[in-house]
């Protein structure tokens, strides 16, 4: 049997994505009777590949329709087609209508086997989940090496420790596909794996990789003798503990991914995320930079409790803090999340149409402000905080000139957030294209 494994996107982009390790993980997880290969829509154009007995796509909300054309086409083609990952977890019902069988949740722990046996015996159909989310120590190694053109990948080697989070933000997808616990790998499968990796550049892909600090000292401290420059997300209360802190660095931490989100104290508690207080983000963030760590926020417009007002505020903030670099998007009620259900609730969704769920475009009714003082402020605020010579001033001021090299990665870790691509919308909304919707 031949199963091939689709990451959808709309169209490739060259020598600048990341490995990830959703695929590779389904992969690991495939019983060795079966052969499976892996096309990456990021890096190259996917073909319909007729050898295939079964193919399983994962997609993200906003390349769902695109994930449905590929399905039709497999299936006039008489080949079966499963769906998994973040969208179809979030809404399997709506992902059903397209696909033969859903696998909701992560894969190993029984449930894309069972749904592998039910395919050989010619009766898949329905959802299928785990129980429980798996146990992740001793799992089979991701399949990284199923990846083609491995040029056209940055040159950071996918990792992972841990899976959940140990917070619930509404907007925050973590819960939907992980559950609500926060699992650990063992220290050593971890070190075993850094060991293995063909660079010194690891990137963990863990949405909060400091959400126990107990174990991610044991987790730095071993990775200290290896002597790698590690890359992750964590949440910024990280910074409140100095001991983690100094291993983090001593452990060779470049970069952190840091969920901000706001400037607003109110519009922090109105998505649960009022343990992010905004009167320590410049304390927390002058820590990362003593350890000469680069940090790269998070922030949304558009939450509750913003007004006009708030954009100047957060351009103002962004520099006060210190950030290096940001992801600004405007709010994305992701379908399946606490916030998606408030918005359809209160009748705020704009749009149905996933497309445009890239943070880019408002798809809610702010409560605060009109659409288009959401969407000028939001221009206004990346116009700023993405020119040229501003990025130069923080490099500067920010001491992380000898760190040159993570700005480019930033906005690489971040492709669709590039400054080019951020200058192209914001062209184009001045040529017109105001979709208000
Ligand atoms: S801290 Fe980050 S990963 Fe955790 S729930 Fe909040 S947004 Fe999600």
């Avoid at 901000?260 to 109105?270: H, K, M, N, Q």
Wanted: overall charge positive; some cysteine.
């Amino acid at each position: 049997m031949h199963v091939h494994l689709i990451d959808v996107a709309p169209k490739p982009r060259r020598k600048m994505s990341f490995q990830t390790l959703s695929l590779p993980r389904v992969a690991g997880a495939t019983p060795p009777d079966i052969r499976v290969s892996i096309t990456d829509g990021r890096v190259e154009r996917i073909r319909i590949d007729r050898s295939a007995d079964l193919v399983g796509m994962t997609f993200s909300c906003n390349n769902a329709p695109r994930a449905y054309e590929l399905a039709r086409e497999h299936r006039r083609l008489g080949i079966p087609v499963v769906a998994g990952g973040v969208h179809a977890t979030a809404v399997p019902q709506e992902v059903l209508g397209h696909f033969d069988a859903v696998l909701t949740g992560e894969a190993e722990g029984g449930a894309w086997e069972h749904l592998l046996r039910d395919h050989a015996e010619g009766r898949l159909e329905g959802v299928y989940r785990n129980q429980q989310p798996p146990d992740i120590a001793g799992l089979n190694p991701p399949r990284i090496d199923l990846f083609r053109h491995r040029r056209r990948y940055l040159d950071f080697h996918p990792i992972e420790a841990t899976r959940g989070c140990t917070h619930d933000c509404s907007f925050c997808f973590n819960a939907t596909i992980h559950g609500p616990k926060f699992r650990t790998r063992p220290v050593e499968e971890v070190v075993e794996d850094a060991r293995g990796a063909p660079t010194r550049n690891l990137m963990f892909m863990d949405d909060n990789l400091c959400g126990k600090p107990g174990y991610a000292k044991r987790l730095f401290e071993a990775l200290i003798p290896l002597k790698k420059r590690l890359f992750f997300q964590t949440h910024l209360l990280m910074a409140a503990d100095l001991e983690l802190m100094d291993l983090a660095a001593r452990a060779g931490t470049r970069f952190v991914f840091v969920g901000i989100e706001s400037v607003e104290d109110g519009s922090l508690a109105a998505v649960n995320k009022a343990w992010n207080r905004v009167s320590d983000y410049r304390t927390y963030i002058q820590r990362f930079h003593d350890r000469g760590i680069f940090v790269s926020g998070g922030l949304i417009l558009g939450l509750d409790k913003d007004t006009p007002e708030t954009f100047s505020k957060t351009l103002r903030y962004m520099d006060e803090i210190g950030l290096d670099n940001a992801a600004v998007n405007m709010l994305i009620p992701y379908p399946g999340t606490p916030m998606w259900h408030q918005m359809r609730n209160e009748g705020r969704l704009l749009t149905e149409d996933y497309t445009r769920y890239t943070g880019l475009d408002p798809v809610v009714q702010p409560a605060g402000m009109s659409l288009e003082e959401l969407q000028d402020g939001y221009d206004r605020v990346l116009q700023e905080f993405y020119r040229p010579r501003n990025y130069v001033r923080r490099m500067v001021r920010n001491r992380m000139t000898g760190r040159w090299y993570l700005y480019p990665v930033a906005w690489f870790r971040e492709p669709r957030r590039s400054r080019m691509l951020r200058l192209g919308h914001v062209l184009n909304r001045r040529g017109g294209d105001r979709r208000a919707a």
